[in-house]
């Protein structure tokens, strides 16, 4: 089965690999892809990447776990993970919801994340966890 969203068809379980194709993952997308969005925080303004949710089921790492890299920083909840040899963003575990994962829609072969026509930006600068 498949979905369109915009203009961009995907199927339900999608291949998603690093640039050097070390790292290759396993996408459930039933609903296609959801919530895509781009963040303002610090390290998503610097990565660029439009993400879309999956919850933690959602994702299965076929290859490369060996050579995926872990980054986390400040309240070190989230989890960014990367591939140590192209040094691409591949997913990262929320922080604003433990239960998901963020995946690069760059990642996803065959998935052109340019022609999703609505990709507005979430405000991680101002997250509700930093809020007093």
Request: contains cysteine; glycine residues 8%; charged residues 25%.
């Amino acid at each position: 089965m498949i979905k369109k969203v915009g203009k961009t068809v995907i199927n339900l379980k999608h291949k998603a690999t690093c640039h050097c194709g070390s790292v290759e993952l396993e996408v459930d997308l039933p609903d296609g892809i959801v919530d895509p969005h781009r963040c303002n925080c610090s390290i998503c303004r610097r990565k660029g990447a439009i993400v879309g949710t999956v919850p933690l089921t959602g994702i299965r790492i076929v290859k490369g776990e060996d050579v995926l890299s872990l980054y986390q920083f400040d309240t070190k909840e989230a989890k960014h993970y990367f591939c140590s040899v192209c040094g691409i963003y591949t997913h990262h575990k929320r922080r604003s919801n433990p239960n998901e994962y963020s995946i690069n829609i760059g990642c996803l072969e065959g998935v052109n994340p340019f022609l999703i026509e609505t990709v507005p930006t979430t405000d991680g600068i101002n997250h509700p966890s930093d809020q007093k």
